[in-house]
């Protein structure tokens, strides 16, 4: 089945550095990845919508210059928090849709972000 | 009002029970539906689409009523290995393949 590989799983930084969450679909091309963001016990909430060789569509509230998002390519989308804080500790998962397989819509893994 | 609303549960019920979970969504033009799985820290994975005549997949029955936008999850003979956060997620604008999802509704199944 299709694969969607993020990386890292869990990163502690620092406040004020920011930090590159990667996410790679492995066996299909994904024109599009979405970002959602969970804090806990909370729904998942898209942060924005990545796509292939153009500017990401970021829901509303969420700062474009805050969370970087680039998606170079049709395999690769990554996103950069910007000059974290310690609100910004949140879990992020990416997700990409699958042509032609039912539901089609596969998740990373998640990364756990914690900034102290 | 949510988008998409969900008894949070949690709900904790002996292994073989059959359990529950509604869930309701509040745009009328919603076009897909779909339960997940979330497992402590990890990522949602699709347990099952919702069609309009209803679906079952083993021990699992999900069922969609549009007209009070009302969407069920049937788990019957219930595991340990049950217990998970589940969560309605719908898609709203389907031309955009966003989903919607819930807060989810956690099962804990005892021994």
């Known amino acids: 089945g299709a694969v969607v590989s993020q990386h890292p799983s869990r990163v502690i930084c620092k406040s004020g550095t920011s930090v590159k969450i990667e996410c790679r679909s492995l066996?299909?091309?994904?024109?599009?990845m979405f970002w959602y963001r969970q804090f806990p016990k909370k729904s998942l909430m898209l942060m924005a919508t990545?796509?292939?060789?153009?500017?990401?569509?970021?829901e509303q509230g969420v700062e474009k210059d805050k969370f970087l998002i680039n998606h170079a390519s049709l395999t690769l989308s990554t996103l950069t928090v910007t000059s974290a804080h310690p609100e910004d500790s949140s879990f992020y998962i990416c997700?990409?849709?699958?042509?032609?397989?039912?539901?089609?819509?596969?998740f990373g893994s998640g990364t756990r972000l914690t900034v102290v | 009002r949510k988008e998409v609303e969900q008894d949070p549960g949690p709900f904790n019920v002996p292994e073989g029970a059959t359990v529950a979970f509604n869930c309701t969504y509040s745009n009328s033009a919603s076009q897909s539906f779909f339960w997940y799985r979330q497992d402590c820290r990890k990522e949602p994975k699709l347990l099952m689409s919702?069609?309009?005549s209803g679906n079952e997949d083993g021990r699992f029955t999900a069922q969609l009523n549009r007209a009070s936008q009302y969407i069920s999850l049937l788990i019957r003979d219930s595991k340990l290995s049950d217990s998970a956060t589940y969560l309605c997620?719908?898609?709203?604008?389907?031309?955009?393949?966003?989903?919607?999802f819930g807060s989810g509704t956690q099962l804990t199944v005892l021994p």
């Open positions: 997700s990409a849709s699958v042509l032609g397989q039912g539901a089609g819509y596969t």
């Open positions: 919702v069609y309009s």
């Open positions: 066996d299909f091309q994904a024109t599009t």
């Open positions: 990545s796509n292939e060789g153009s500017k990401a569509t970021y």
């Open positions: 997620v719908v898609n709203i604008n389907g031309s955009a393949r966003q989903l919607t």
